[in-house]
């Protein structure tokens, strides 16, 4: 290994801190005020130089933006032999044809990928925080410390999950609402098995109760079919339809 990879080797050797992530996260949030503070604070050359580097960045920010709002750009076509004769002086000329800008390529991908896990649900009630988090209080002799939330919904946490310490842990997810199988019906051949979870794909109410695993009305999960004769590389998708909290397991139906 290099002489300068120190720092590199140290982590494959002995990890990360336990709260690296965390740390992570708040160095992030805070560079906003950190820029916010300097572009105040700064003055003389700095604060030009500093205000050129920020100009220069919102000109690329609107130009991305500027560039995924297009709907229609004009491009040239492949030439095609003309019937009738042209002049000489439309010969260099080429057809301007509409193709679809980056922008309708992207939603285009983003409705595919909606589509690939689309359930046959109408309607799915919104979940707020306040139902969904209880908020638990923390400190040793004051419990004014109010960052740490308790989830009141069933959750499915995998095999290899391995929980973090208590004192960084942010999302607690009790033992007794976790769920490890499914009661799966097959609409063709009009039987209900019971499989184990693989995995959360989709929760209709957020993308962060999608990454905690939460188990609520409509949500999209992944469940392993080897017990009914079905061989595939992964998994199956079944959704959710039923509330489990209030009957105590999960149901799904197979996606076929």
């Known amino acids: 290994m290099p002489q300068n990879e120190y720092i590199e080797r140290w982590q494959k050797q002995h990890g990360r801190r336990l709260d690296h992530e965390e740390r992570k996260r708040k160095r992030q949030a805070r560079e906003v005020h950190k820029i916010a503070d300097n572009a105040q604070k700064f003055k003389g050359l700095r604060a030009k ?53 980056l922008s309708t390529q992207i ?53 290899d999950f391995t929980r973090r310490p208590v004192k960084y842990e942010r999302f607690i997810r009790p033992m007794g609402l976790r769920y490890k199988k499914a009661n799966v019906v097959h609409p063709e051949l009009a039987v209900t098995v019971q499989l184990p979870i693989i995995g959360v794909k989709k929760n209709p109410n957020s993308p962060m109760y999608t990454h905690l695993g939460v188990l609520t009305r409509g949500t999209v999960i992944e469940v392993n079919v080897s017990d009914l004769g079905i061989v595939t590389p992964g998994g199956k998708i079944a959704w959710g339809r039923n509330n489990c909290e209030m009957d105590g397991c999960v149901n799904a139906v197979l996606l076929v």
């Open 107 to 159: 939603k285009n991908k983003r409705k595919e990928k909606a589509a690939k896990f689309s359930v046959p649900l109408p309607k799915v009630r919104g979940i707020a925080e306040q139902e969904m988090f209880k908020v638990i209080s923390t400190g040793s002799k004051t419990k004014k410390k109010g960052w740490k939330r308790m989830i009141t919904k069933p959750t499915f946490v995998g095999n």
């Open 49 to 101: 130089l500093f205000a050129k580097k920020r100009h220069a960045q919102k000109i690329q920010m609107k130009k991305q933006i500027k560039a995924h709002e297009e709907r229609n750009v004009k491009g040239s076509g492949p030439s095609e032999p003309a019937s009738t004769a042209m002049p000489q002086y439309l010969l260099e000329r080429s057809e301007a044809t509409n193709a679809k800008a």
